[in-house]
């Protein structure tokens, strides 16, 4: 286990264990409070992303960041990362092998904050981090306690670009967040 921001940040930086490596400008291993009560997690970094090295900062984080203004949460305050730190081609969603690579990552970074709720944004997180037997329609919006963490599905706020009857629901979501700090 990487015990230190600083480890976690050299280990991803050098990381070659997929092959994400190789098509990356920049490895986006996450953004804001280091000792944030709520974190958020994604699937992965999209063009804007990789371009940058922040998670969020697309057209989907735009929507997110509208979202929070509307309920009362700085993104300062929250910290945002995703299940693989390297940009899927073509923004596909992250292979299995992809994301168990990067999984120590994540873990640490989940370690290092230990938030007491984590927002878990789509599919791909809600599977990869609750486990395969979850669905994001069935379980979005629920609270589901599991080692002493607070997990709260929602669509991930690209699929809000998709399909505009999703946003409420992602409101009512991070409305009840709010409600639980």
Known sequence: MIRTW???EEQCSKCTKCNLCNTRNNVVIGTGSKSAKIMFIGEGPGADEDAQG???VGKAG???NKAF???GIRREEVYIANIVKCRPPNNRNPEDEEAIKCKEFLDSQIELINPEIIVLLGNVALKNIL???YGITSSRGKIIEKD???YVPTFHPAALLRDENKKILFWKDLKKVSQMM
């Open 6 to 8: 600083e480890e976690l």
């Open 54 to 56: 922040i998670p969020f």
């Open 62 to 64: 735009q929507l997110m």
């Open 69 to 71: 203004e509307g309920i």
């Open 131 to 133: 486990g395969k037997e």
């Open 148 to 150: 002493k963490i607070k």
